[in-house]
């Protein structure tokens, strides 16, 4: 496997995803942990890819893309007791979940390799945060 080229790949598309979440009012974490993931086998088992402490009442958009074999992925956001809070269990190559947070605390972001062209697949995450009425 050419890791460092799939990584390039999923890169480009989580950029792309990064830009678009710009434009709609959401930033990546400033001084704090923004960016996983992994390299991934197609199948049903969630892999989690990171515990974040997120705040009530903020609003926060998580995203996920893979290299150009993957062709479904997919994410979601656990509870602190393990509960599903939010998903993206659509059939893409990328994945998008928008989650305002009921209560703070610690929650658990996995990620699914549901379908890809090959054995294997770099997929990343990002999370971000809603500026609100801030500037940017």
């Not at 990584?7 to 989580?14: I, Y």
Request: glycine residues 12%.
């Amino acid at each position: 496997a050419i890791q460092g080229m799939h990584t390039a790949q999923a890169c480009a598309r989580l950029g792309q995803l990064v830009d678009s979440g710009n434009a709609d009012g959401y930033t990546l974490h400033n001084n704090s942990f923004t960016l996983g993931g992994g390299w991934l086998k197609p199948g049903e088992q969630w892999t989690s890819i990171y515990s974040i402490t997120l705040e009530a009442g903020k609003k926060y958009r998580l995203l996920a893309a893979g290299d150009n074999n993957v062709r479904n992925v997919d994410l979601r956001i656990l509870n602190a007791k393990g509960i599903q809070v939010a998903i993206d269990g659509n059939h893409f190559s990328s994945a998008s979940v928008d989650y305002t947070s009921t209560a703070g605390g610690r929650y658990t972001v996995q990620m699914r390799l549901q379908a890809a062209n090959s054995t294997d697949a770099v997929c990343l995450s990002a999370l971000m945060e809603h500026l609100g009425k801030r500037k940017r």
